[in-house]
């Protein structure tokens, strides 16, 4: 029996075909939509961010911006992947999973997609926040390994225990990361004035972003209770929009106009961090 597979495909799964791939995506409705979706509103995104970005000046929301314009096009670029079949690939589940022996189709490039993506997200939150650069660079590292983690977790087939020893170094990666946006963060924002949309923008990440986890958990790649890949797609998609798109919707919408909140913030720590003079 095969997962996301079409059984009357003969082939070992390393002999699998990028094509063979392809087919059996387009073949599952429910699959393909759920990438087809994300790269029309990816592209339809940067479309919008490039129009509400347009009379941005002042150097620190210019790099806010820009991060958040990168967050759909690394998207789009990577749900293309998927879709085509490039970033796609059938393994074997390994003995002591639900589905243990049985061949499953891995959506592999979703963890490039968020290794990718993610630390944009993080990088235009701690400008907004106008972190230090030491706490900015620690939370895009632990975000990138908690993405490089979870793809061994999904990868592995010599060891279900294994599978689950990587998520849960993904999980204490993770938990760096939300550390940094309720604590420290949280007070730089309050400093440079941006802690309204920051909080909001906060609570918008952190619960979505934990649902990625359970998601995992609960879906083909880990105790199977949800045996579709069409279903576990489109949930990891749906997290994709909301944590991405009306994301940075959202917070590009209010530095287009408070523009001069965000310049002063980044004005202040600089003149904070001045010596004083005798």
Same mark, same amino acid.
């Given at each position: 029996m095969s997962i996301g597979w079409n059984p009357d495909v003969h082939v070992s799964p390393l002999q699998v075909t990028q094509s063979e791939v392809f087919s059996q995506i387009q073949g599952d409705v429910l699959l393909s939509s759920s990438l087809w979706a994300n790269i029309a509103l990816a592209g339809l995104s940067a479309l919008l961010f490039v129009y509400m970005g347009r009379n941005v000046e002042s150097p620190r929301a210019k790099l806010i911006w820009a991060a958040t314009l990168m967050i759909p096009l690394v998207s789009i670029s990577s749900y293309t992947g998927l879709v085509s079949g490039l970033t796609v690939g059938v393994i074997t589940m390994p003995a002591g999973h639900p589905l243990g022996g049985q061949e499953v189709l891995s959506q592999w490039g979703r963890y490039l997609t968020w290794a990718l993506s993610t630390p944009m997200i993080l990088l235009a939150l701690g400008l907004l926040a106008d972190v230090d650069r030491g706490s900015? +660079?620690? /939370?895009?590292?632990?975000?990138?390994?908690?993405? #490089? =983690?979870?793809?061994?977790?999904?990868?592995? =087939?010599?060891?279900?225990?294994?599978?689950?020893? +990587?998520?849960?170094? %993904?999980?204490? @990666? @993770?938990? /760096?990361?939300?550390?940094? !946006?309720? =604590?420290?963060?949280?007070?730089?924002?309050?400093?440079?004035? =941006?802690?309204?949309? @920051?909080?909001?923008?906060?609570?918008?990440?952190?619960? &979505?972003?934990?649902?990625?986890?359970? #998601?995992?958990? &609960?879906? #083909?790649?880990?105790?199977?209770? /949800?045996?579709?890949?069409? !279903?576990?797609?489109?949930?990891? %998609?749906?997290?994709?929009?909301?944590?991405?798109?009306? @994301?940075? +919707?959202?917070? &590009?919408r209010w530095v287009a106009a408070n523009e001069s909140t965000v310049a002063a913030g980044g004005a202040d720590r600089t003149r904070t961090a001045a010596p004083a003079d005798d």
């Amino acid at each position: 029996m095969s997962i996301g597979w079409n059984p009357d495909v003969h082939v070992s799964p390393l002999q699998v075909t990028q094509s063979e791939v392809f087919s059996q995506i387009q073949g599952d409705v429910l699959l393909s939509s759920s990438l087809w979706a994300n790269i029309a509103l990816a592209g339809l995104s940067a479309l919008l961010f490039v129009y509400m970005g347009r009379n941005v000046e002042s150097p620190r929301a210019k790099l806010i911006w820009a991060a958040t314009l990168m967050i759909p096009l690394v998207s789009i670029s990577s749900y293309t992947g998927l879709v085509s079949g490039l970033t796609v690939g059938v393994i074997t589940m390994p003995a002591g999973h639900p589905l243990g022996g049985q061949e499953v189709l891995s959506q592999w490039g979703r963890y490039l997609t968020w290794a990718l993506s993610t630390p944009m997200i993080l990088l235009a939150l701690g400008l907004l926040a106008d972190v230090d650069r030491g706490s900015l +660079f620690t /939370v895009i590292a632990a975000d990138i390994g908690m993405c #490089v =983690t979870g793809l061994a977790a999904a990868l592995v =087939t010599s060891s279900y225990p294994l599978r689950w020893a +990587f998520y849960l170094i %993904s999980c204490a @990666f @993770f938990a /760096v990361v939300l550390y940094a !946006l309720l =604590t420290e963060w949280a007070d730089a924002a309050t400093a440079a004035g =941006t802690d309204e949309i @920051f909080a909001t923008l906060r609570v918008l990440t952190v619960v &979505l972003w934990l649902g990625y986890p359970i #998601v995992w958990a &609960l879906g #083909v790649e880990g105790l199977a209770v /949800v045996q579709s890949v069409g !279903l576990t797609s489109w949930a990891y %998609s749906a997290l994709d929009i909301l944590a991405k798109y009306v @994301f940075a +919707f959202l917070l &590009l919408r209010w530095v287009a106009a408070n523009e001069s909140t965000v310049a002063a913030g980044g004005a202040d720590r600089t003149r904070t961090a001045a010596p004083a003079d005798d």
